[in-house]
């Protein structure tokens, strides 16, 4: 009888003790990791992202396309959000100041980069903040710089002609480590 008690006791220590070991890890709480030791002589280096760099602005106009080409030229890669839109003279504000831009033309497109910057590490400025006169385009007439500001870069294009109706926008597309603007020409 003595036997069968402690029998049934180790049964029940054992039960108690898997259920306290695999409630927890079952229920979203502590649960063993094996840990693989990091040997001394490989230092671990935390990747950082590459950001891209603006380096150079260009524009030309494509006669077949019906459209003027804004490239603004990245480095070492393209980043990976852009949009492009057109805005009324009201939105050309200066990112982090809020301030008005100066942008000549009739109508205007805001061109957003996230991820991207237009400086180097020294925060001076890799690609050229006003291009003006645009020459070689039928359409624009100055791509100025809007801000360069956490992370964000952003350029408004002033346009000789009108905006298109609302459902006609500038395309973005993506050429190696450069970002094509085109903009509609009549």
């Avoid at 040997?39 to 030309?60: F, G, K, M, N, Y």
């Avoid at 100025?144 to 926008?169: H, K, M, N, W």
Wanted: no cysteine.
């Amino acid at each position: 009888m003595r036997m069968a008690q402690r029998i049934s006791g180790a049964i029940v220590a054992l039960v108690l003790g898997l259920l306290v070991v695999a409630v927890p890890a079952r229920a979203g709480g502590p649960t063993v990791t094996p840990v693989t030791p990091v040997s001394p002589a490989a230092p671990v280096t935390p990747v950082t992202p590459v950001t891209p760099v603006l380096t150079r602005i260009s524009a030309a106009h494509a006669a077949s396309a019906r459209a003027d080409l804004v490239r603004f030229h990245f480095q070492p890669a393209a980043p990976s959000e852009v949009t492009a839109r057109y805005v009324p003279a009201s939105e050309l504000i200066q990112d982090g100041s809020g301030l008005p831009v100066a942008v000549r033309g009739r109508s205007f497109v805001k061109v957003v980069f996230r991820n991207a910057a237009a400086h180097d590490e020294e925060g001076r400025a890799t690609a050229p903040r006003n291009l003006f006169p645009v020459r070689a385009t039928t359409n624009v007439v100055q791509a100025r710089s809007g801000g360069d500001f956490e992370g964000v870069v952003t350029y408004f294009i002033g346009l000789r002609q009108r905006a298109p109706g609302p459902q006609v926008q500038p395309t973005v597309q993506y050429i190696g480590t450069s970002v094509i603007v085109a903009i509609p020409t009549r």
